[in-house]
């Protein structure tokens, strides 16, 4: 029992590691006033860019480049049309989703005539786990040995950098004057402004680090957590990301923990496929892939309360002139 229980929170933090960076940058994002319904796209984006310049430069790492380069891109049309044109947030989120899941295919079936996918990667042109020291000789100790070998050591590098972003998050935002500024924005942007800050300069800089962290989602979907890019490989993770962001209530450790149970949710659906429930039989595949969706549901809709996000979110900024 502690064996399946370790390795189910060792699949729990993999799954979790793009929900909790794209949920990352949904927080930059709303703190600064800007719906990003778009996550999934920029996910989806970041995924093809860094495993088709993966498969044509044979390195994860200029992968990863082009997968931020290219979530950066769909973050600043998102920024074009809510900050400097004022457009409606959701709809320009929704665009580009429909955009991005019709132009990955298009592209990938130009590029590589393999159905909309990208050529299986392997070697340098993934991002390959990292053992720990003594892994190996630790593992068969009691408790410990398990943990440390198991849980802790054998996952990739971006696994670890969506954690270790989870404090630099916090300490962006609630320590740095930019942090101040941001969460001030999202707040009150006409106070902002009278300060004699840029509402729009401030709400850019969210919505490309947005843009960052939501392509370091993407190449690890794609690089990392797989060996290519597939159609609609992203599967609802950004939406996913953007309850986790609602459950948080905009916090960043809270927003982990929310990524870390849904994750959670997703990994036990894995495992219970196959198992047969003594009077019902053996447990439909539809119905475990739609657990985690409906827990989701469940625990936005009665355990968290009301969530309150920015008073500013959504809300195009108009400069009042004398």
Same mark, same amino acid.
């Given at each position: 029992?502690?064996?399946?229980?370790?390795?189910?929170?060792?699949?729990?933090?993999?799954?979790?590691?793009?929900?909790?960076?794209?949920?990352?940058?949904?927080?930059?994002?709303?703190?600064?006033?800007?719906?990003?319904?778009?996550?999934?796209?920029?996910?989806?984006?970041? =995924?093809?860019? =860094?495993?088709?310049?993966?498969?044509?430069?044979?390195? *994860?790492?200029?992968?990863?480049?082009?997968?931020? @380069?290219?979530?950066?891109?769909?973050?600043?049309?998102?920024?074009? *049309?809510?900050?400097?044109?004022?457009?409606?947030?959701?709809?320009?989120?929704?665009?580009?989703?429909?955009?991005?899941?019709? @132009?990955?295919?298009?592209?990938? +079936?130009?590029? #590589?005539?393999?159905?909309?996918?990208?050529?299986?990667?392997?070697?340098?042109?993934?991002?390959?786990?990292?053992? #720990?020291?003594?892994?190996?000789?630790?593992?068969?100790?009691?408790?410990?040995?398990?943990?440390?070998?198991?849980?802790?050591?054998?996952?990739?590098?971006?696994?670890?950098?969506?954690?270790?972003?989870?404090?630099?998050?916090?300490?962006?935002?609630?320590?740095?004057?930019?942090?101040?500024?941001?969460?001030?924005?999202?707040?009150?942007?006409? *106070?902002?402004?009278?300060?004699?800050?840029?509402?729009?300069?401030?709400?850019?800089?969210?919505?490309?680090?947005?843009?960052?962290?939501?392509?370091?989602?993407?190449?690890?979907?794609?690089?990392?957590?797989?060996?290519? #890019?597939?159609?609609?490989?992203?599967?609802?993770?950004?939406?996913?990301?953007?309850? =986790?962001?609602?459950?948080?209530?905009?916090?960043?450790?809270?927003?982990?923990?929310?990524?870390?149970? #849904?994750?959670?949710?997703?990994?036990? *659906?894995?495992?219970?496929?196959?198992?047969?429930?003594?009077?019902?039989?053996?447990?439909?595949?539809?119905?475990?892939?739609?657990?985690?969706?409906?827990?989701?549901? +469940?625990?936005?809709?009665?355990?968290?309360?009301?969530?309150?996000?920015?008073?500013?979110?959504?809300?195009?900024?108009?400069?009042?002139?004398?």
């Amino acid at each position: 029992m502690f064996e399946t229980l370790i390795l189910i929170l060792d699949a729990t933090l993999r799954v979790s590691t793009p929900l909790i960076l794209a949920a990352l940058a949904g927080l930059f994002s709303e703190r600064a006033g800007i719906v990003d319904i778009g996550l999934e796209g920029k996910m989806l984006g970041g =995924a093809f860019a =860094a495993a088709a310049a993966a498969a044509v430069f044979g390195s *994860a790492w200029i992968g990863l480049g082009f997968a931020i @380069l290219a979530s950066v891109g769909l973050a600043l049309i998102h920024g074009f *049309a809510c900050i400097t044109h004022r457009g409606d947030h959701i709809v320009s989120g929704v665009a580009i989703n429909t955009i991005v899941a019709g @132009l990955t295919i298009t592209l990938g +079936l130009d590029w #590589f005539g393999m159905g909309g996918q990208t050529p299986a990667l392997s070697g340098d042109a993934r991002f390959l786990t990292i053992t #720990f020291p003594f892994a190996d000789a630790l593992a068969d100790v009691p408790v410990i040995g398990l943990i440390y070998s198991e849980l802790l050591s054998g996952h990739n590098i971006l696994v670890y950098l969506a954690f270790a972003l989870v404090p630099a998050t916090y300490w962006m935002v609630y320590k740095t004057r930019f942090g101040l500024r941001l969460r001030a924005v999202g707040e009150n942007p006409h *106070a902002v402004d009278t300060a004699g800050i840029s509402v729009a300069f401030v709400r850019y800089r969210a919505v490309i680090i947005c843009g960052v962290l939501c392509g370091v989602a993407g190449a690890y979907l794609s690089t990392a957590h797989n060996a290519g #890019f597939l159609k609609d490989m992203s599967a609802g993770k950004g939406y996913m990301a953007l309850a =986790a962001l609602i459950f948080g209530k905009w916090r960043p450790v809270p927003v982990m923990f929310a990524c870390l149970l #849904f994750g959670f949710l997703d990994a036990v *659906a894995v495992r219970m496929q196959g198992v047969v429930v003594p009077g019902i039989g053996e447990i439909p595949v539809q119905a475990i892939e739609v657990l985690p969706y409906v827990l989701t549901v +469940l625990l936005l809709a009665g355990f968290i309360g009301k969530a309150v996000g920015p008073k500013a979110v959504g809300r195009p900024y108009v400069k009042e002139r004398a």
